[in-house]
């Protein structure tokens, strides 16, 4: 079974912080992507990877950065954290090239920025 | 550019009733199709897809859903549900970059 793991289920950040999310899959997939969930938005794209050291924006990349070194793994980096990106944070993998027919899903990370 | 639409935020429902979730898309690419289930504090786990061929696609857990290009639409229904299909169900697409794009979900209530 494909595994995605996150780092953790809930944090606590206060504003300003730098925080990180990591986010770690197990079968060796090209494509990587980190979602935001919020009520009644649904998943929004924040940014995705299609290999190591490449990266691409999503629909709402702004007040984040991402950092792919290894083909496993991919960090979400808030720079300095806001009460705005209080959500849920889902990381999700695949292959297959660049069509993602499948996306499989980690557990999710619950942020809260006070 | 891609787009979906989830007709019902809620849907709540009887057990052993049958409950269909209502989506339409909109796609200048080609379409692939996609249901999506989250259970409570849990990640999305896919449900069933619809890449080409036949338009009626069987998933897990008695799950089916029809595509049907003329009316843009890809309706999720199970004929039987039960408490533990009490659920956030949500539809997708496949963007021109290759990514999904969802819907803004729809909840599944499933009462005793």
């Known amino acids: 079974d494909v595994k995605v793991t996150q780092s953790s289920r809930y944090l606590v950040k206060r504003t300003g912080e730098k925080v990180f999310l990591e986010c770690v899959q197990d079968?060796?997939?090209?494509?990587m992507f980190w979602y935001r969930q919020d009520p009644g938005l649904g998943l929004r794209l924040i940014y995705f990877?299609?290999?190591?050291?490449?990266?691409e924006k999503g629909d709402i990349p702004e007040g984040y950065s991402v950092s792919r070194e290894k083909k496993e793994r991919f960090s979400l980096i808030l720079e300095s954290a806001s009460t705005n990106q209080t959500s849920m944070y889902l990381c999700?993998?695949?292959?297959?090239?660049?069509?993602?027919?499948?996306?499989?899903f980690g557990p999710g990370t619950r942020l809260t920025v006070t | 550019a891609q787009s979906v639409t989830q007709l019902d935020s809620q849907v709540p429902v009887f057990e052993e009733a049958p409950v269909e979730l209502r989506c339409n898309y909109s796609?200048?690419?080609?379409?692939?199709l996609f249901w999506y289930v989250q259970y409570p504090n849990q990640g999305l786990q896919l449900l069933l897809k619809?890449?080409?061929?036949?338009?009626l696609v069987k998933g897990i857990n008695g799950f089916e859903a029809e595509f049907n290009k003329s009316q843009t639409s890809f309706h999720l229904r199970k004929p039987s549900v039960h408490i533990s299909d009490t659920a956030e169900y949500f539809c997708?697409?496949?963007?021109?970059?290759?990514?999904?794009?969802f819907g803004k979900g729809t909840k599944l209530s499933v009462k005793p």
């Open positions: 999700a993998s695949s292959g297959g090239g660049w069509i993602s027919y499948e996306q499989y």
């Open positions: 079968m060796d997939h090209e494509n």
């Open positions: 990877s299609y290999d190591v050291k490449m990266k």
């Open positions: 796609s200048s690419v080609s379409v692939y």
């Open positions: 619809y890449l080409s061929g036949s338009t």
């Open positions: 997708a697409v496949i963007g021109s970059q290759g990514n999904l794009i």
